[in-house]
């Protein structure tokens, strides 16, 4: 071999050396991988994936879940409990409870609220933990209704609904990493992605 060709083989050569050398690591990809994936919301997605999380962002999935004390807007209609009273009373038949028994919680009370366009439910905090009061708003037909209320406090929302309304449902821990049904519903936790997009 000439020296030109010598020279563009060690220039060929260095180059790949060099490219091998950018990625991660074996053992860095390896640990990562290895170690179980965790949710890190939607907002991560965002960073690469901007024209599908706006696209996202548009549908009632990004709104399932909405914490009130980020956004009072949240709640369509005003928690008026003169006018639940007088709707529920025009059910008082159906009522597992008696009427004047029924809890109504106060807006300042209200934690998070599931469903944006035809019914609208609240989460409210009691002993800690989650649960769906028993109301709830029918925007459709501007009433409101009864909502499993002889047992609205026996099972918290995380163990009824939160596996479908929120991302990173955690039945032990009582919690939940995003208020939304995100990205992660149909993708799965995206932690080994987002710290190795090239490979995992």
Known sequence: MRTGEWFKLALTLLFAAGLVGCGPKGNQVEKVVSGPKTYVGSEECKVCHLEHYDSWKMTLHSRTLQDVTQNRDAVITAIDSDKIRLDLKLREKELKVPLDQIYIPKMEEIKFIIGVQWEQRYLV???????????????????????????????????????????????????FSEAAVGCEACHGPASNHVALPKTA
Do not use: F, S, V
Request: some cysteine; proline content about 4%; aromatic content about 14%.
């Open 125 to 175: 905090e009691k002993n800690g933990r989650l649960y769906i009061a028993p109301i709830q708003y029918n925007a459709w037909n501007n009433t409101w209704t009864n909502y499993r209320e002889a047992d609205w406090d026996k099972r918290p929302w995380t163990e009824k609904c939160g596996g479908c309304h929120a991302m990173g449902t955690d039945l032990e821990k009582d919690t």
